[in-house]
């Protein structure tokens, strides 16, 4: 962080408890900083351009109408600010560097931008023609415009973590002697009693002791299904109660329940994320110094060699320009911008450079299951009708009476009835069991929708052979009602979480790749094992909580693994920040989105397949860039120290060393932008 930025005051969440240092890493001080330098920068780089490059630009040259001495001391009015105020953050971690002796990214920039901007000024008092403004103030801008991105993401990474508190309920019911009070969620103690009210979010870890209802508990499982909650289950802060009402044994408040684990689990992963060393600061270490030594020997064998010290400065300051970093500082920025443009165009967003470079070395994919493999909400998938009977007359009665209730599978059964455009009859005396069933009456006649049991206790008989497709449609994962009219059996309907189309196809390129597939999901291992066997998935972990997902990718890890996790939950969150890569899915959570590193906005797997491909293309354009960057560097830093002059008299003017300097700024923006054509 530089100097100049506070980070926030640390205290105490008011909704759990929970340390704010958590949420740490949200630093929009840095940002706006960077954003203001950036802006400044640009405005005052637009005079200097002007004066430099105006001559190329029909009706811009000012050559004629104003003197070479003036337009130079203008290009140097305007860079200076650029070069030590926009960018002095560059020379102070520069200087650092040197301190530590760990030079990097930031020694080359210093060095490139103060060696041009030197010699500019030199030249200006000397009479010279060569100016070099230009290079220094876009170096600058150009190097602060990946700091400012870079300082986005970061800022970030912490909104997840934000958003995970804010799940969190602020008041609750609690019941004393019978009487109920609103009440302040931080004041809730372990073994006092809360009532829970319909659409409530539940406050606290605890356990029902009296009431029933239906609690969406998809935030911890991932699934759709609302949970069947009688006395003696356990009930989890956060997760959202449907139409009925409990009281509630308070078990475990603030930082000690399954939210605030999650939270610390999101928030630990993101602390041990290492960031990526570049390849760039690697080979900085070895060439800055290497560049340093060569230009002061230059100095000093032409200022012994031929006593002229104009020539002694001009040799050494080509050998520092030819190697100024400027193609080195767009080698990787230009084809991740181009790459990830290419990218968006399939739909697939890459929050940033580290997600794109870790993505083509993954070795193992875990993928959660619903919403992932599957589209995340039921449907009927198939209507078993007795004997005589059609389809239609099986999802008429269903549909009519799940009308009348707010159930996930009875939303189902009614939209396969509107997708058919079937004309439903009205239904009286409309009462639900949870859990179980519900009935109604059409015209004269009772209709019942439930459990075979549900049925069976309301005097339907049901045959072996009824029974026997019950159960066949039950091995299959599905969720079965039977219906019935008057006292006859109509028959099954099953329904399921539809798998995503090209999921089977997807998993197979993946492994084609050599990457090995898990399927870690909340869901039950019945349901869990259906799915992996129709998408040929052998390893499958079933039942997991968010701190069994989290668990599974750190043991992979530890076995030496890269490892990418793709998910859509809330659920999923620390498994998302743990993976080397988090995917997630553009349907899924905003927390989820927030702890990925990449988002498919559509095409599910089928798009991580291209994910990969892309990142393989953008890295291998990135390596050829650096390549060019270093080959024109490598090649001319000789020829700038003059060693060619011995033999042919010829000496390398700090003007073609500035025009080499920007040859191989040309080829690298060339060689990036073959990207956005490359087949994928």
Request: with cysteine; proline share 4%; hydrophobic share 45%.
């Amino acid at each position: 962080m530089h100097p100049e930025i506070t980070s926030g005051t640390p205290g105490d969440c008011p909704i759990c408890g929970m340390a704010l240092e958590l949420v740490s890493g949200i630093d929009l001080s840095e940002v706006k900083y960077f954003r203001k330098r950036l802006l400044i920068g640009c405005i005052l780089a637009l005079p200097v351009l002007i004066f430099s490059l105006g001559h190329m630009i029909p009706g811009l040259s000012l050559e004629t109408r104003v003197p070479a001495d003036a337009s130079g001391w203008i290009q140097a009015l305007f860079s200076t600010p650029i070069v030590f105020w926009v960018g002095g953050t560059f020379f102070s971690r520069a200087w650092k560097s040197l301190q530590t002796r760990k030079l990097n990214m930031f020694t080359l920039i210093a060095m490139g931008v103060g060696a041009a901007y030197a010699f500019s000024i030199i030249s200006i008092f000397y009479g010279g023609a060569s100016l070099y403004f230009e290079s220094a103030t876009v170096i600058t801008l150009l190097a602060l415009l990946g700091q400012w991105m870079e300082a986005k993401a970061h800022a970030r990474t912490g909104e997840a973590i934000t958003s995970l508190l804010a799940l969190a309920p602020t008041v609750a019911y609690r019941v004393r002697n019978g009487v109920e009070e609103k009440v302040s969620v931080s004041e809730i103690h372990p073994g006092e009693v809360l009532r829970v009210r319909p659409g409530d979010k539940i406050p606290v870890d605890g356990k029902v002791i009296e009431g029933s209802s239906d609690v969406d508990e998809s935030m911890i499982t991932g699934e759709p299904m609302p949970v069947p909650k009688v006395v003696g289950d356990t009930v989890t802060a956060a997760t959202i109660n449907q139409s009925g009402a409990f009281l509630l044994h308070t078990e475990k408040v603030g930082s000690d329940t399954l939210l605030a684990q999650i939270v610390r689990m999101v928030s630990a992963a993101r602390l041990s994320r290492a960031r990526i060393q570049s390849l760039a600061d690697r080979v900085a270490t070895i060439f800055v110094p290497s560049v340093l030594f060569i230009a002061i020997l230059t100095f000093l064998i032409w200022n012994f060699l031929d006593h002229r010290f104009s020539d002694a400065v001009m040799n050494a300051v080509s050998v520092l320009i030819i190697a100024c970093p400027c193609a080195l500082g767009l080698a990787t920025p230009m084809s991740i911008v181009v790459g990830t443009g290419r990218a968006a165009k399939f739909g697939i967003l890459f929050r940033n450079a580290e997600a794109i470079e870790t993505l083509e070395k993954i070795t193992h994919l875990v993928t959660d299951k619903t919403g992932t493999l599957t589209v995340g909400k039921p449907s009927v998938a198939k209507l078993a009708p007795e004997v005589g009977l059609s389809d239609e007359d099986l999802l008429i009665t269903a549909a009519a009476l799940e009308t009348m209730s707010e159930h996930p599978l009875a939303r189902a059964i009614v939209a396969s009835a509107k997708e058919k455009k079937l004309s439903l009859p009205l239904v009286s005396e409309f009462r639900a069991e949870r859990g179980r069933g519900a009935e109604g009456r059409i015209g004269d006649e009772q209709a019942l929708i439930g459990s075979a049991n549900f049925l069976r206790d309301h005097g339907i008989m049901i045959t072996r052979e009824s029974e026997e497709t019950e159960k066949a449609l039950s091995r299959q994962s599905m969720s079965v009602a039977g219906v019935a009219k008057g006292e006859h059996l109509l028959g099954w309907i099953g329904l399921s979480d539809k798998i995503r189309a090209h999921s089977a196809q997807a998993i197979r390129l993946l492994e084609n790749k050599g990457i090995h597939i898990t399927m870690a999901t909340g869901d039950n291992h019945r349901s869990a094992h259906s799915v992996a066997t129709h998408l040929g998935i052998k390893d499958v972990a079933a039942e997991l909580s968010p701190e069994g997902k989290h668990d599974l990718i750190l043991n992979l890890k530890k076995g030496g693994s890269i490892t990418a996790f793709i998910g859509d939950g809330i659920n999923d969150a620390p498994a998302l920040a743990a993976a080397d890569v988090g995917i997630s899915m553009g349907s899924g959570s905003d927390i989820a989105i927030e702890n990925a590193g990449i988002t498919l906005i559509r095409g599910g797997l089928l798009s991580i397949h291209t994910a990969m491909n892309l990142s393989c293309a953008v890295m291998k354009n990135i390596r050829q860039n650096l390549f060019f960057a270093f080959a024109y560097n490598i090649a001319g830093i000789p020829i700038a120290a003059g060693i060619l002059y011995p033999f042919f008299g010829i000496l390398l003017n700090p003007m073609i060393a500035g025009a080499a300097m920007s040859l191989s700024s040309v080829c690298v923006i060339m060689n990036a932008l073959r990207l956005a054509r490359i087949k994928v």
